[in-house]
């Protein structure tokens, strides 16, 4: 069994920044990739971030240069941080590893 607790959503404007964490506990298998998805209202659920063990980094196209994943492992945490954030940024955020997910973050972009 695996918990994952997301923090640090919230309201902001356009061009702001937020940083989500991701609190991992249970029978976790530091050696698997931790994810960020979002889902925005109407929409399918989209992989933003991935980050392995080692510290590889991926993400959608949508947010490269703009999101940056990082990982903690002696706190077994995964941050997301989202600068320069626009309206189609707004979604629920999760964080993932293997079947887990977390319960989600709003995070909610103004114009």
């Known amino acids: 069994q695996v918990q994952l607790v997301e923090s640090g959503g919230g309201l902001v404007q356009t061009g702001g920044s937020l940083r989500l964490s991701c609190a991992a506990s249970g029978s976790i298998n530091r050696l698997n990739p931790m994810n960020w998805y979002r889902q925005a209202p109407g929409k399918q659920r989209e992989l933003v971030a991935v980050?392995?063990?080692?510290?590889?980094?991926n993400y959608a196209d949508s947010v490269k240069g703009r999101f940056t994943i990082s990982r903690e492992n002696a706190k077994n945490t995964v941050y997301l941080q989202m600068n320069s954030l626009k309206p189609e940024d707004t979604a629920v955020y999760y964080c993932?590893?293997?079947?887990?997910w977390g319960q989600g973050t709003q995070v909610t972009v103004s114009s």
């Open positions: 980050i392995t063990w080692g510290g590889r980094t």
């Open positions: 993932n590893t293997e079947v887990w």
